[in-house]
DNA sequence: ATGATCTTGACCTGATTAGTCGTGAATCAG
DNA sequence: CTGATTCACGACTAATCAGGTCAAGATCAT
C-alpha cells in the first residue's frame, strides 16, 4: 500500500484536470508543466487513466483530456486503485475470492485496512481540487514526493 | 508501508520466542521449522531483532534465542518499524524534523497514519502468542504470505 | 495534406526483496 | 585439548519493481 509517484502524479493530473478542465481539454503538456511531473511519464498515467475511465482524450489540435464524470463522483480510493493496484498491505487481505492464504497478524491489519478504504472513499475529487485552490491562494510552495 | 517476508516472518520468530521460551534459549532451526521460514534467511532476522534489541542470543551448544524483555512490554508496530523501516505510506509522513517537503493528499493519509499506528502499538507479543495458540488448538493451518 | 496531439510498446537504470553460502567465532562436553 | 554444536557476519545473486525515456504510429481539426 505505498504510494509511489503514479497514485501521486495521478491524482495530482485528475485534480488538474478538475481545476483547470472548465473549459474544452487540458493538454498533457499544460498539466506536466503546473505539476512538474516528465511529460513522457504522465502520458503513461494518463492512459491507465483512460483505460480505467476516469478521463477522456480527444486528440488533433486543440485536443487534450478532461474529467469523464463529475469531480464529486469521483473518490480518492479509485484513483488509487486504479493507478497503483490494491493498496493491501498484506497479500492476504486482497479480495480475491478464494482466500486460500492466511497470514500472521491478519486480524490487526484487516481493521487498519478497511478503516483506509473508508477514509479514501470519503474523499472526492472536488474536495481535493477545493483543497489545492485553497493552498495556491495561500501562495503556499508544493513539491511532490 | 507494505509489509513484506522480514515483517511477516520476524514477527512470527518473536511470537515463537514467546510461545516456546519458558524454559531455556530456542533454537534458530527450530523456529524455522515451526514457522516454515528458510532458516539462512532467518539468521538475518534474528540478527536485526538482536541488534533492536527484541533478543539476546547465545552460541554453543544448548545456545538459542530468547526473548530480551517480557512479551506483554513489546508492541507490533516497534518490531515492524524495526524490522521493515518506517510504515509510513508517503515519504512526506516519515518524521525526520526537517519536514521539506509536502505531497498532495497528505492530509488524508496522515490520518489513516496516526490510527494505523495507534492501533499497531495496541497490540503487544503477549497478545499474539495468546491468539497464535488458540489457532493452533483449532487446528487451523497458517501459510504464511 | 499537415501538424499537433494522443497511443503503444519496447527499452533502460538503479533499488529493493528475498534469499543462499561460506567462513569464522563462541561455548560446552568429554 | 578436541570436536561438536550453535550463533555471527559479510559477500553474493536472481528476480522483481519503480521510475522513467524513446521512437514509431494512429487520429483528427483545419
Not at 503513461?44 to 478521463?55: C, K, S, T
Not at 497478524?105 to 472526492?124: C, G, N, P, S
Given at each position: 500500500?505505498?504510494i509511489?509517484?503514479?497514485g501521486d ?8 484536470l478538475?481545476?483547470?478542465g ?12 503546473r505539476?512538474?511531473v516528465?511529460e513522457?511519464?504522465?502520458d ?16 488533433g489540435?486543440?485536443g487534450g483530456?478532461e474529467?469523464?464524470?463529475p469531480?464529486?463522483?469521483?473518490n ?20 480475491h ?19 483506509m ?5 470519503a ?16 501562495g503556499?510552495?508544493?513539491?511532490s514526493?
Amino acid at each position: 500500500m505505498r504510494i509511489g509517484t503514479k497514485g501521486d502524479y495521478g491524482v495530482r493530473a485528475l485534480i488538474d484536470l478538475a481545476m483547470y478542465g472548465g473549459d474544452g481539454p487540458v493538454q498533457r503538456a499544460e498539466i506536466a508543466r503546473r505539476q512538474h511531473v516528465p511529460e513522457a511519464y504522465l502520458d503513461h498515467l494518463l492512459a491507465q487513466l483512460r483505460r480505467a475511465g476516469f478521463i477522456r482524450s480527444m486528440r488533433g489540435p486543440s485536443g487534450g483530456h478532461e474529467l469523464a464524470r463529475p469531480a464529486e463522483e469521483v473518490n480518492l480510493l479509485q484513483v488509487l486503485e486504479a493507478l497503483e493496484g490494491s493498496l493491501a498491505p498484506l497479500p492476504c487481505l486482497e479480495d480475491h475470492e478464494g482466500e486460500g492464504t492466511v497470514c500472521a497478524q491478519q486480524w490487526v491489519w484487516r481493521e487498519i485496512y478497511d478503516d483506509m478504504r473508508e477514509r479514501l472513499q470519503a474523499v472526492t475529487l472536488h474536495d481535493l481540487a477545493e483543497r489545492e485552490r485553497d493552498r495556491l491562494q495561500r501562495g503556499a510552495v508544493s513539491y511532490s514526493i
